[in-house]
């Protein structure tokens, strides 16, 4: 039962480096989201997925791109970091069923810090 | 544009007093407002939802208040605890859209 798994938990990059964080979910749903979170903004959408090959631009999409090839994973690139970037990021993920439980489940987080 | 608005930024209560926590939404097709608890160097977790068709629902000692025609909801911790501290969301969606968050509300509980 690991719910929302994200790698990595921690990383320091340079500027206009490259890397990609990913998010695996073993609930079988179908969407997931990127946010990120920063002091006093509370948690803003980056960009999510409503299925397998689809993805779309959230609050704040400048700066990354995404792929979901596969139902569970859902990636997140930054192709060039800058110091911006910098930030806690969640990844999340919510059945497409609306019922009374309906909520997101969340991971862990991956802190990023670009210098 | 910040579609949810949430006050205060922090929050001191002492041990067995009210927490209060509020939100202020824009769009009226919401349908759906949340409520996250994170604890440190955790994911948020869904702590009590609640939809437009009622004005209260309580669980255990957290209520949510909401006020339709004013376009506002509350969280409210009864017996507040020092395990309770943490940090608070609200948050507001509509049909299959992402959820829009709030600002977040930090929450000590003092013994």
């Known amino acids: 039962n690991a719910g929302v798994t994200q790698t990595p938990k921690f990383r320091v990059l340079k500027t206009g480096q490259s890397m990609t964080l990913l998010c695996a979910q073993d609930?079988?749903?179908?969407?997931m989201y990127w946010y990120r979170q920063d002091p006093g903004m509370g948690l803003r959408l980056i960009h999510y997925?409503?299925?397998?090959?689809?993805?779309a631009k959230g609050e704040v999409p400048d700066g990354y791109n995404v792929s979901r090839l596969k139902k569970q994973n859902f990636l997140l690139g930054l192709e060039s970091a800058a110091p911006s970037q910098t930030s806690v990021y969640f990844c999340?993920?919510?059945?497409?069923?609306?019922?009374?439980?309906?909520?997101?489940?969340f991971g862990s987080g991956t802190r990023l810090t670009v210098v | 544009q910040q579609q949810v608005k949430q006050s205060p930024q922090s929050l001191i209560v002492q041990k067995g007093g009210i927490s209060i926590i509020n939100c202020a939404y824009e769009?009226?097709?919401?349908?759906?407002f949340p409520w996250y608890q994170q604890f440190p160097g955790k994911g948020p977790a869904l702590l009590i939802a609640?939809?437009?068709?009622?004005s209260e629902k309580k669980e255990g000692r957290f209520t949510i208040s909401f006020n339709k025609s004013a376009k506002q909801f509350s969280l409210h911790i009864m017996d507040s605890q020092p395990g309770d501290s943490a940090t608070y969301f609200c948050?507001?969606?509509?049909?299959?859209?992402?959820?829009?968050f709030g600002s977040g509300t930090r929450l000590q509980v003092q013994p």
């Open positions: 948050a507001a969606n509509t049909g299959r859209r992402a959820l829009t």
């Open positions: 609930m079988n749903h179908e969407y």
């Open positions: 997925s409503v299925g397998e090959g689809t993805t």
């Open positions: 769009n009226t097709a919401f349908d759906y």
């Open positions: 609640i939809r437009p068709d009622v």
């Open positions: 999340a993920s919510s059945s497409r069923d609306r019922g009374p439980a309906f909520g997101y489940t």
